[in-house]
């Protein structure tokens, strides 16, 4: 709605200010457009952050409409709950502490005092000072509303990485009398395969191993750098003495795998753990007796 | 018709952690537009290869999703993953199996290429690297802008 009232607008200095975000409302994101919080979080075009930015005045606006300046729980910041929570949480990931993160926030509220008070010029000191007051409040709620959010967030962020480190941890199971193997489950980057060639190799070693079992069935992606990381553990298993079966390859994987080119002919590979299992005791010369129904056993 | 939502986003490509959830975007996506366990499996792997050659190569970047629909009618995802990084030199070499510029296995790149139907790359040496595919849920519309 355009509206242009004169600086002497009566009603109370919260409606004051609402007029004013209203009036101002693409000085005001133009101005935030520029600030590191905006600037840094929409990259691909200023036009963007200015975009979000009007998306914040409004909800001021709104907020203040309602004549709810000190609440955070008003309705009017329901709408930018999400985009302050994506924006707090870019910054955080971008390496800055909560406190920085506040304190850009923070500095969200001088471009816009400045401008209200340009704007209130002749008015008296003592509006002045309850319209500025407005405002940094207004500022205030809008800051705890979204360290709120973004402290909710790098809780929901701390849950997911807990469930991928109970993911790291390797168990390395003895199946037979130097048979060992190891259920890959989830996610298997840099870090972590370094981790699961160390257990695996570890347990080689103590064990007196001399086949050890990789169940990849837990693995949701293979790509080439899991592939190599598979093959680097096989070597490594070789040179310490013990053969490596890979284990659990999905028809879905084989057929990725195949199609990505990867190689794994130096791999020995069976269907299931239980194949591998197999072919290991076969190996090491064990007798294995499948006990039928009729209780004649046979190989 | 499938919404946008849960399929249109851009995702950060800033460490191990982004790619953990640029592939569950992916799969969550491909499963959304209704590709089969393989094709959504070969998506993944994709994207796997590709954002990490953001991450790796490119000095981080971002990955763009967006659900795409030929006037045929059919159903595609298009990722698109873009860095500001070195560029990449040659491009025919850097596409050839086996060849990398540290370390890896060099099948990234072209493995990408033969899991996608579409696969197109834009790089220039000291202006970044864009590369973008698109597979489609039932046939492939060919042929379409090559490499
Ligand atoms: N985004 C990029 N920016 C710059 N160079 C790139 C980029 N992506 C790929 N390259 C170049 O292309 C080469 C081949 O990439 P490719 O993904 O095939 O192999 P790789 O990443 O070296 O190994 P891996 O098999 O583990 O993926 C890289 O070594 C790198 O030099
Ligand atoms: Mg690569």
């Given at each position: 709605m355009p509206e242009h009232e004169a600086a002497g607008s009566p009603g109370t200095p919260t409606h004051a200010v609402r007029d004013f975000l209203r009036r101002r409302r693409e000085q005001i994101a133009q101005r935030w457009a520029d600030e590191p919080l905006f600037r840094t979080v929409f990259t691909v075009s200023r036009d963007e952050a200015v975009e979000a930015g009007k998306v914040v005045v409004d909800a001021l606006a709104q907020v203040a409409d309602a004549q709810r300046v000190e609440d955070p729980d008003a309705a009017g910041f329901t709408g930018v709950r999400e985009q302050l929570a994506r924006m707090g949480a870019a910054r955080s990931r971008a390496g800055l502490s909560t406190t920085q993160v506040s304190s850009e926030l923070a500095a969200l509220l001088p471009p816009v005092d400045n401008l209200l008070v340009a704007d209130l010029e002749g008015e008296t000191p003592e509006r002045l000072r309850e319209c500025t007051t407005t405002l940094s409040v207004l500022l205030g709620t809008l800051r705890l509303v979204a360290m709120q959010t973004a402290l909710s967030e790098v809780q929901a962020l701390i849950d997911r990485q807990r469930l991928q480190l109970l993911e790291v941890a390797t168990p390395v199971i003895k199946l037979w009398d130097g048979i060992v193997a190891v259920p890959l489950i989830g996610t298997l980057d840099s870090a972590r395969s370094q981790g699961v060639m160390e257990t695996l190799l570890n347990a080689v070693v103590d064990q007196h191993a001399r086949f050890a079992i990789l169940d990849i069935?837990?693995?949701?992606t293979v790509d080439s750098l899991v592939a190599q990381h598979l093959m680097k553990t096989v070597a490594a298993a070789r040179l310490m003495g013990a053969e490596c079966v890979v284990s659990g390859i999905r028809p879905a994987i084989a057929q990725t795998i195949v199609h990505l080119g990867l190689d794994l002919g130096t791999v020995k590979t069976r269907a299931s753990l239980a194949d591998a299992l197999g072919y290991c005791l076969h190996e090491l010369g064990a007798n294995i007796v499948n006990v039928t129904p009729d209780g004649a056993g046979h190989r | 018709m499938h919404t946008a939502a849960g399929v249109e986003a851009r995702l950060p490509i800033r460490s191990d952690m982004d790619l953990v959830w640029v592939r569950q975007h992916v799969r969550q996506a491909a499963a959304l537009l209704g590709f089969g366990l393989v094709d959504q499996t070969k998506l993944v792997t994709a994207a796997s290869e590709l954002a990490r050659n953001t991450l790796v190569h490119g000095g981080g970047g971002r990955m763009e999703a967006a659900h795409v629909t030929t006037t045929g009618g059919i159903d595609g995802l298009r990722l698109t993953f873009s860095d500001s990084g070195p560029g990449i030199v040659d491009l025919d070499r850097a596409l050839s199996d086996g060849y990398t510029s540290g370390g890896g296995l060099g099948m990234g790149l072209g493995g990408a290429r033969r899991l996608v139907h579409d696969f197109a790359v834009d790089s220039a040496p000291g202006s970044g690297t864009t590369v973008r595919v698109t597979s489609w849920v039932s046939r492939p519309p060919r042929p379409r802008e090559g490499v």
């Open positions: 069935t837990g693995v949701p | -």
